[in-house]
């Protein structure tokens, strides 16, 4: 006999001491089978204590038991066993009313440390979390202002009833569809801890880590460690893993040549030992055909060993032909998909390529050139020879 209790920061799993608290196990099954504690926050939490639950109003002073929603008396009497006891951390207990001693209505604590027999005699324990121990030392850590409520409201978005021995009362209503909080319970509700709005930054966070990213690429391509800030991995390019050792480069090239032209296909190798380091990279004439590729070859068996490939991420290529054209004096254009998509989108630039422009190249050779003969020229002359013989 056990509920699943989702909370805003994880699920916990509650089994019932149906056998000992039978009165208390009905009241808590039927109102989570109701939904009765939909959108309900822990209320009150107290570190190395207890974490308090239970009262749809939120403020710790409401709340009915299933008996008083079904039109009986909103308490009931304390069920207290002498066998159960505030042993273990994650004990479940029922809250007493503060109007009449020894009754209990919706609210329920859960224990957040062992041992804390001074509860023991006082409140009805009627189950224990056997999952989600983990969520309970989040709660646990929760901040909370002077009156112990959480700064970031921890709610119960739901409650799913995975076992329940007892029958449903003729009158009970067990709704079809997901509840909606009420206006009542919104209004009460402060910033949600594990919301969306929580995790995910805001929008100046968002451009500020932009910002910076941009201003590092920049750096990289200023000092020379990047041929432009906005480089990208290519297209064509596929990563190719979990290779076995005895797999060669004109296996690969005979097996991946039917989704189109290649380039080049390599399996990296162990520069001392000259061993299959188990990838490989193989390019593309077309973009097209590295994307056939990439949907049909995954988890192909080759070798007696099931690959992996993806879009490679790897630029190391296009920066060893560029460092190549920095020693060479040529200058590398950019090509539109190592553009962002913005950039590539553009008309005027679709005829972009990875090409080097050997005129610049050829204009350095001729100033070096005309320079070379210049000096030659000047050692030839009479002051030079003059200089020469006088040291």
Same mark, same amino acid.
């Given at each position: 006999?056990?509920?699943?209790v989702?909370?805003?920061?994880?699920?916990?799993?509650?089994?019932?001491?149906?056998?000992?608290?039978?009165?208390?196990?009905?009241?808590?099954?039927?109102?989570?089978?109701?939904?009765?504690?939909?959108?309900?926050?822990?209320?009150?939490?107290?570190?190395?204590?207890?974490?308090?639950?239970?009262?749809?109003?939120?403020t710790?002073?409401?709340?009915?038991?299933?008996?008083?929603?079904?039109?009986?008396?909103?308490?009931?009497?304390?069920?207290?066993?002498?066998?159960?006891?505030?042993?273990?951390?994650?004990?479940?207990?029922?809250?007493?009313?503060g109007?009449?001693?020894g009754?209990?209505?919706?609210q329920?604590f859960?224990?957040?440390?062992d041992?804390?027999?001074?509860?023991?005699?006082?409140?009805?324990?009627?189950g224990?979390?056997?999952?989600?121990?983990?969520?309970?030392?989040?709660?646990?850590?929760?901040?909370?202002?002077?009156?112990?409520?959480?700064?970031?409201?921890?709610?119960?978005?739901?409650?799913?009833v995975l076992?329940?021995?007892?029958?449903?009362?003729?009158?009970?209503?067990?709704?079809?569809?997901?509840?909606?909080?009420?206006?009542?319970?919104l209004?009460?509700?402060?910033?949600?801890?594990?919301?969306d709005h929580?995790?995910?930054?805001?929008e100046?966070?968002?451009?500020? /880590?932009? &910002?910076?990213?941009? +201003?590092?690429?920049?750096?990289? #391509?200023?000092?020379? !460690?990047?041929? @432009?800030?906005?480089?990208?991995p290519?297209?064509?390019i596929?990563?190719?893993?979990?290779?076995?050792?005895?797999?060669?480069?004109?296996?690969l090239?005979?097996i991946?040549?039917?989704?189109?032209?290649?380039?080049?296909?390599?399996?990296?190798?162990d520069?001392?030992?000259?061993?299959?380091?188990?990838?490989?990279?193989i390019?593309?004439?077309?973009?097209?055909?590295?994307?056939?590729?990439?949907?049909?070859m995954?988890?192909?068996?080759i070798?007696?060993?099931?690959?992996?490939?993806?879009?490679?991420?790897?630029?190391?290529?296009?920066?060893?032909?560029?460092?190549?054209?920095?020693?060479?004096g040529?200058?590398?254009?950019?090509?539109? /998909?190592y &553009?962002?998509?913005? +950039?590539?989108?553009?008309?005027? #630039?679709?005829?972009? !390529?990875?090409? @080097?422009?050997?005129s610049a190249?050829?204009?350095?050779?001729?100033r070096?050139?005309?320079?070379?003969?210049?000096?030659?020229?000047?050692?030839?002359?009479?002051?030079?020879?003059?200089?020469?013989?006088?040291?």
């Amino acid at each position: 006999m056990s509920v699943l209790v989702e909370t805003s920061i994880g699920d916990l799993v509650i089994d019932l001491y149906t056998a000992e608290a039978p009165r208390t196990s009905m009241n808590f099954l039927k109102l989570c089978k109701t939904k009765y504690y939909n959108f309900v926050s822990f209320h009150r939490i107290e570190r190395g204590f207890i974490a308090q639950t239970g009262d749809p109003t939120g403020t710790g002073t409401g709340g009915q038991s299933v008996y008083g929603v079904l039109g009986g008396a909103p308490y009931f009497p304390a069920e207290i066993h002498p066998k159960l006891k505030h042993k273990k951390r994650g004990t479940v207990s029922m809250a007493v009313s503060g109007e009449e001693p020894g009754v209990s209505g919706s609210q329920f604590f859960i224990t957040l440390a062992d041992d804390l027999d001074y509860l023991d005699g006082r409140y009805t324990v009627f189950g224990h979390v056997t999952e989600g121990l983990d969520i309970l030392d989040q709660i646990n850590l929760a901040l909370c202002d002077s009156k112990h409520r959480p700064l970031r409201d921890i709610l119960i978005r739901h409650t799913i009833v995975l076992d329940d021995p007892f029958p449903d009362p003729p009158s009970l209503v067990v709704p079809q569809s997901p509840l909606l909080p009420t206006s009542e319970q919104l209004s009460e509700i402060r910033m949600e801890a594990g919301s969306d709005h929580e995790n995910q930054p805001s929008e100046s966070e968002s451009a500020k /880590r932009e &910002r910076e990213a941009n +201003a590092q690429a920049l750096t990289l #391509e200023m000092i020379g !460690d990047l041929p @432009f800030a906005d480089i990208k991995p290519p297209e064509n390019i596929l990563f190719v893993c979990k290779l076995n050792p005895v797999t060669r480069d004109d296996d690969l090239e005979t097996i991946f040549t039917r989704f189109g032209k290649i380039l080049s296909c390599q399996v990296i190798r162990d520069s001392l030992s000259g061993d299959s380091l188990g990838y490989a990279f193989i390019e593309f004439d077309q973009k097209e055909a590295c994307e056939e590729a990439y949907f049909k070859m995954d988890n192909v068996l080759i070798d007696d060993r099931r690959i992996h490939v993806d879009f490679s991420q790897s630029v190391s290529k296009l920066h060893g032909k560029w460092m190549q054209s920095r020693v060479q004096g040529k200058t590398l254009k950019m090509k539109s /998909r190592y &553009r962002d998509e913005a +950039a590539s989108n553009r008309a005027d #630039e679709k005829t972009f !390529d990875m090409v @080097f422009d050997t005129s610049a190249g050829r204009s350095e050779d001729r100033r070096r050139r005309r320079d070379n003969n210049s000096d030659r020229r000047r050692s030839r002359s009479p002051s030079r020879q003059r200089q020469v013989s006088q040291k």
